[in-house]
Every structure is written in structure tokens, then in C-alpha cells.
């Protein structure tokens, strides 16, 4: 019996010595638990699944890692974080065990300072943590890199960035009308992850651009909502296609707001077709996009155009970058049909480039 599913669980939750820690919460065999957590706070406004021990010690299966090692802080109390805790949340988000590497690393990814998670968490903009998972790992939990990378129906993608939101919500204490000061937020703050798609050999996955190993597993978090939709069914060179997503990019936040977020573009395999067979490789793409963002500064000054946004009058002229030269990540996402691809926009605090950072962590079992 022991072998059945679940009940080695039941068994060590109620005779072996459980490892479980956190406080317990009492509630009557009357009420609905689904409803419970939905009272006390403990949902991001879709059902979660109610933590019951069994289901926690299952979770702590995917780790070998200590259920009481403490991961660190939670923004915005600064609240420790075990591996416990990181399980409950996980539970209660839909995961599978064998998804807490990738969600413990993406959790120390958010902690360290330069992705100051407490910013993005308090900001009124509408930025949240965004996921990207590179390497063998991606593969081996199911992760969707293919058609509807960015939306619903695949279970690791969806749980593993809820999961990220409902530990800052439930031990941090991050939520919408106290800490979160978001206007307006966006759907991406219940969750945005994804894996990037590395089928073609050629192109240098997110990771290695970023100082991994290829093959490496990793998550790297950014900070930034989305997507925005970019559509060009007409360019067939490399030299067109950048001129084209240019006058996308530049709209970011506002046209005339500059060095002011970076970004993501999720290039689809029909775009990257495009410059895949003139033969640009990633650094090249980045680059002709940096170029081709720059505009000049007598456009974009304050008062242009009867605007009253803008950059000071001195600027007036010079050629002023959209984007600081490390600003503009590229990553390969989405189905083979739809010329179509997608734009990330980040935190306009990214004018603090040396404070505010995308932060990548390889994902360790």
C-alpha cells in the first residue's frame, strides 16, 4: 500500500516525523478550503490548491534541498523564506515537484539586489518578475517554448511564475492596494514564464549570451510586463525587418522616453527565419536593433510636436539612443506559422542601469 500514490505521504505526515514546520491553520469540516484561503488573503484571485501536508511533503520531493533552509528575505517585510514555505506556495500554485529547482532558482534570482524585487513590487508601473528558462530542464518538466509560449495551457509555465507571485504575496506580504502600488498592473502579474526554444543549433540560447555554459539550465528573471504585439507580414530582409521592429521598440513607454526600460523581443521562427537565413547570429540582431533606435534628440525633446513629454532641450542635437547599449535582449519563442512576434517592455526604472538589472541563475537540483 505503501507504493500507492499519496499514501507514503499521509503516512509521513502522520507518523513519521513530519519535517513540516509552518503553522498549521485550523479550520471546520464544514468549510470549503478553497474558500478559506480565498478569506484570508492567501490567493492572487484565481482557486488555489489548499496546502495540506501530504501535498507539501510530495512537493519537497522535487528538492534535496532542506525543508527549513531559509532562502532568504521576502520583500516588502523582509520575511525569511524556507524551503517549506517555497512548497506550500508551489502547492497552492498547481505545480509538480520536479518543478522547485527551476522556482528556487528563479526565487534567488528575484532576491538579489540588483533585481530589487521590493522596486518592482511597489512600483505604480506595471511591471512584475518575467521568466525565461534555458537548457535540458526546460525539456525534461514539459515547459512550452512553442505556439502560445506566452499564454495558458501549460502547467509549468503558468505554475511556476504564479508560484514566484504567490510567495511574494503570501510570506513577503506583497499585495495589490499595499505594498503593490500598481495604476493598473497587467494579467503578466499572475504569471509570465517561458522557455526559450533552442532547436535550431545555430543560435545562441539566452543563457550563453548571458556567461552559461551551453546546456546549462537556467532561469533568468527581468523585469517587465507584457507582451506587446508586433506585426510585419511584409519585410523579407534582415535590413527591413530591423527598421520595421524599430518603430515598435521605440513606443515603449512613450516614443519620446528614452534610456528610460530596456526589453525583451520574442522573436518568432517566421521573423527569425528572416535573419536566420542571411546568416545573423544574436549579437548581430541586438546590435542592428540598438542602431536602428537611435533618433535624433530635436524629435524627441520636450515640447516636440506639441508634446509636452520628452528629453531636456539641450539634447536637441544629438542622436539619442532608445536603449542603453546592454538594453535589448533577443530571445526565440512561438509557433512556425503567424509573422508575428512579441515585445517584453521593462521597468521604466531602467534608467538606473548598474542598480536595476536582469539577473540570471543557473538551476541546481
Not at 70 to 93: D, F, R
Not at 135 to 144: L, S
Not at 264 to 281: C, F, K, N, T
Request: proline share 7%; glycine share 12%.
Amino acid at each position: 500500500m505503501t507504493l500507492e500514490p499519496g499514501v507514503a505521504e499521509r503516512l509521513e505526515a502522520k507518523y513519521g516525523g513530519s519535517v513540516l514546520t509552518a503553522r498549521k491553520i485550523e479550520f471546520s469540516a464544514d468549510d470549503d478550503p478553497v474558500e478559506v484561503c480565498f478569506e484570508r488573503g492567501w490567493s492572487d484571485g484565481l482557486p488555489v490548491t489548499p496546502p495540506t501536508d501530504e501535498r507539501v511533503l510530495r512537493m519537497l520531493k522535487g528538492t534535496a534541498r532542506a525543508a527549513g533552509e531559509i532562502v532568504g528575505q521576502i520583500p516588502p517585510y523582509l520575511a525569511p523564506c524556507s524551503i517549506e514555505k517555497v512548497a506550500i506556495n508551489a502547492v497552492m500554485a498547481g505545480c509538480k515537484p520536479e518543478y522547485m529547482p527551476v522556482l528556487l532558482a528563479a526565487l534567488e534570482a528575484a532576491l538579489e539586489p540588483v533585481f530589487t524585487l521590493h522596486g518592482v513590487l511597489a512600483t505604480t508601473y506595471f511591471s512584475g518578475p518575467v521568466i525565461i528558462v534555458n537548457g535540458p530542464v526546460a525539456n525534461k518538466i514539459g515547459m512550452n517554448s512553442g505556439i502560445n509560449a506566452l499564454g495558458q495551457g501549460n502547467r509549468a509555465n503558468a505554475g511556476i511564475g504564479r508560484a514566484l507571485n504567490l510567495i511574494v504575496r503570501n510570506v513577503g506580504g506583497g499585495r495589490p492596494g499595499e505594498a503593490d502600488r500598481a495604476t493598473l498592473g497587467a494579467p503578466s502579474k499572475f504569471t509570465l514564464c517561458f522557455a526559450e526554444d533552442e532547436s535550431d543549433p545555430a543560435w545562441e540560447p539566452l543563457s550563453v549570451a548571458r556567461g552559461f555554459a551551453r546546456g546549462a539550465s537556467t532561469v533568468t528573471l527581468f523585469q517587465g510586463h507584457g507582451p506587446e504585439a508586433f506585426v510585419d507580414q511584409k519585410s523579407r530582409t534582415p535590413d527591413d525587418l530591423t527598421r520595421s521592429l524599430a518603430m515598435s521598440l521605440v513606443k515603449i513607454g512613450h516614443p519620446k522616453l528614452v534610456q528610460s526600460a530596456r526589453a525583451i523581443l520574442v522573436l518568432s521562427p517566421e521573423h527569425y527565419a528572416i535573419y536566420r537565413e542571411a546568416g545573423w547570429d544574436r549579437r548581430r540582431i541586438e546590435r542592428a536593433l540598438y542602431e536602428a533606435t537611435i533618433r535624433p534628440g530635436a524629435e524627441l525633446v520636450a515640447g516636440a510636436g506639441g508634446v509636452g513629454e520628452g528629453v531636456p532641450a539641450s539634447r536637441a542635437g544629438e542622436m539619442v539612443p532608445k536603449f542603453h547599449e546592454d538594453g535589448l535582449m533577443v530571445v526565440r519563442a512561438g509557433g512556425q506559422a503567424g509573422l508575428f512576434s512579441a515585445i517584453l517592455p521593462g521597468w521604466l526604472a531602467g534608467r538606473n542601469r548598474t542598480e536595476l538589472q536582469p539577473v540570471t541563475k543557473e538551476i541546481r537540483q
